[in-house]
Each structure stands twice: as structure tokens, then as C-alpha cells.
């Protein structure tokens, strides 16, 4: 992986676990976010596994994702992950940032935008 | 050969946390590698194999351990300064509404019909509940709460 791509997935990890959440009814756990990322990106947004979780719990932390155990103690159980209306908050402002981010590289880099 | 419990020990190494969260950061990870090693597996591939597959993709023990550490850092903290500062700041407000202001204990009647009693009773449920990671540091605050009321309004000794 080139430094680009790796300092894109450091700056966006936040975002894309967001989103996915976002878009997803179900609450999801670490091993379902990380091949959902990985099947979204077309293998593009691939990392290290184990380094989801540091930034999942660090983003529960920050109140923008809430997580519960499904499963009876004893048992394997999952710990699932939903986003909170915080989360939602901030990830209405992450898009709205990187739209403009976008925009603006794209025009210093004279890339016109793709007619959807 | 790799072996799951030999490497959520590295992992462990790296981590300075309560026991509970400790242990749900290791169940966390260990429920991952199985999924994984489980996955590769179904495609024809040896337990051996797929286990050396799954801790690779997953990353360094160390890196992994280390960067929890981080991610939870202050976490713990908070909860320890709110759990131990709860009980002096109810201890000293219980002292205000147990005594008069000769010093002299009012009695369990005059404080139970006390509003401001009972609103210092939920303050002590409900503060740490929300604020706390874990719902049991609650029901200890609770409980201190009325070992200090039942301290304050039938010792007649205690004086401050």
C-alpha cells in the first residue's frame, strides 16, 4: 500500500465506520465492519484487523457509537456496535467537509467532476 | 505454532485496564480470530494454516495491544476520580441535611421527609449510572449513601 493510500485510510477510517453503520439497519461487530469495508472499498480499504477495535471503542467513547453484548456470558458472545444521534451529527459534518475537501483538490488538480 | 490464547496474552501484555473491560477487550478479540481462522478454514485450508493466516491479518499483537492501551487511556481514570469523589461530596452534603445547625442529629423522621433527602438519594443512583462505565460502581455509590445516612442519623456520636 502506497503512503497516499495509507494516510487516506488513517484520515478516514472515522468516517467510513460511520457511514457504514449509517446505512446498516443491523448493529454490526468488528469482524462484520472490517469485511464490509474491505467488500465497499473493492479491496482498496484494506488494514490491519486488529486495528478497528482501538478506534471503534475510541469512538464509543466519544459518545458517536454505543455497543452491546449479544449472547450469554459463557457463550460466544459478539459485542455489536450501533451509531447514536452524535454519530450521526458528526458524520453529516465529516461529508460535508470531505465534499469540500474534494472539491477543492479536484480543482487544484484540474480533475473535472464525474457526471453521475 | 500460533496459537489464539498465546496471542491475546501479547495483546494482554500491553494493556493496563480494569479486569472487566479487560476482559471484554480479550472476548472481543478472541471471538474475531475464531470468526477468522473459521472462514479461512471453510475454504479447505489447515487449522494450523489458517490460525497463522488470521493472527497475520489481524496485525501485531504489541501494535494492536498497545494501541487499546491508548484508545482507553483516561477512560478509567475519569470513572476512578467520579467514584471516588462521589462518596465525599455525598458524605458532606448528607452532613448538611442530617444535622442541624447546632450540631445536633435531626433524627431519621425529620430527614426522610425531607425533599432535598431524596433528591440527594437519586443524585447517588443516578449520577454515577450515567456517568460511570459500569452499573454495579452505582449500587456501591447507593449503598454508601445509605451506610452514610443510617451512620449520620442514628450515631449520636458522630459529630464534625
Known sequence: MSSVQQQM????????????????????????????????????????????????????????????WLGEPGTRRRKVYTITEAGHRRLKEELAQWRSLSATLNQMLGIAPESS | MVDIEDFLRQIQAELDLDRETEQEVLEEIRAHLEESVAEVMAAGVSREEALAQAVARFGL???????????????????????????????????????????????????????????????????????LARWHYALVSWGFFWFMTVIFALGEAVRW
Open chain 2, 61 to 131: 499483537g504489541q501494535d494492536v495491544g498497545q494501541a487499546l492501551q491508548t484508545a482507553h487511556a483516561g477512560w478509567a481514570t475519569a470513572d476512578a476520580v467520579i467514584a471516588a469523589g462521589l462518596p465525599v461530596v455525598l458524605a458532606l452534603v448528607l452532613r448538611w441535611l442530617v444535622f442541624a445547625p447546632d450540631g445536633t442529629a435531626i433524627g431519621w423522621r425529620q430527614v426522610l421527609v425531607r425533599p432535598a433527602f431524596w433528591a440527594v438519594a437519586l443524585a447517588a443512583l443516578l449520577v454515577p449510572l450515567l456517568k
Open chain 1, 9 to 68: 485510510r488513517k484520515g478516514t477510517t472515522t468516517v467510513v465506520i460511520l457511514k457504514l453503520l449509517a446505512d446498516t439497519p443491523e448493529p454490526m461487530y468488528g469482524y462484520q465492519i472490517i469485511r464490509h469495508l474491505e467488500e465497499r472499498s473493492g479491496g482498496y480499504f484494506e488494514f490491519k484487523e486488529g486495528l478497528i477495535y482501538p478506534r471503534l471503542h475510541q469512538l464509543e467513547r466519544e459518545g458517536l457509537l454505543r455497543s452491546r
